[in-house]
Structure formats: structure tokens, C-alpha cells
């Protein structure tokens, strides 16, 4: 079984910044992607952002120029640097991975129980 913990979340005025943490353990073979999804009171989950094994990143546009995804293969860990938080950035944000926990090389997706990120003056 694989665990992800999750730190970094809290309240921040506009214009703060945050950064997330995001730790895997466990039966760990191989992880793929990585990132950190997000999900808004009344709105479905949604993409901030999410790298690749090689450090390929892939953004949202409400996320481009602002937030910067990160990983450390070693660790087993993604961080996401929030700069220039607006309110609409308020949400639970989720650590997600992609990863070998069999060591047959399939994909297994694993989610994070969440942080909740409030931007509010």
C-alpha cells in the first residue's frame, strides 16, 4: 500500500503565497506523474498542475505564471509553489501519483487527503 501526506495549506491574504508539500511512501516501485489537483465548494475537481518522471510540467492556464510544480525523485515527493494567490485559488487541494506499487510495471493512481488553501483578506 502507498501513503501520501500532504503539508502546506492554510490561510494567506491575495497576493501571499504558499507552498505544498506532497510525501509518497510505501510499496513504491516506480512513480510516473505527479502533481496536484484542486477542488472548489460546488465545483468538480480540476488540473493545477502535474510532472512527469522526466520533469515535463504541464499547467492550467488560471495556474501558468504563477505556480511552479516541482519534484524530487529521491524523496518521492512534489511541492507547488503558489505566488500572487488570488481568492479564486481558494479550494482543497489534492496531491495525486501515478506510480508501480507491484513492481510488474502498471499504472496505479493514488490520491492525498487534501489541504485546504484559503485566499482571503
Known amino acids: 500500500q502507498v501513503q501520501l501526506v500532504e503539508s502546506g495549506g492554510g490561510l494567506v491574504q491575495p497576493g501571499g503565497s504558499l507552498r505544498l508539500s506532497c510525501a509518497a511512501s510505501g510499496s513504491i516501485f516506480s512513480i510516473y506523474t505527479m502533481g496536484w489537483y484542486r477542488q472548489a465548494p460546488g465545483k468538480q475537481r480540476e488540473l493545477v498542475a502535474v510532472i512527469s518522471s522526466g520533469g515535463s510540467t504541464n499547467y492550467a492556464d488560471s495556474a501558468k505564471g504563477r505556480f511552479t510544480i516541482s519534484r524530487d525523485n529521491g524523496k518521492n515527493t512534489v511541492d507547488l509553489q503558489m505566488n500572487s494567490l488570488k481568492p479564486e485559488d481558494t479550494a482543497v487541494y489534492y496531491c495525486?501519483?501515478?506510480?508501480?506499487?507491484?513492481?510488474?510495471?502498471?499504472?496505479?493512481?493514488?490520491w492525498g487527503q487534501g489541504t485546504q488553501v484559503t485566499v482571503s483578506s
Open positions: 495525486y501519483v501515478d506510480l508501480d506499487d507491484v513492481g510488474n510495471g502498471w499504472h496505479s493512481d493514488y
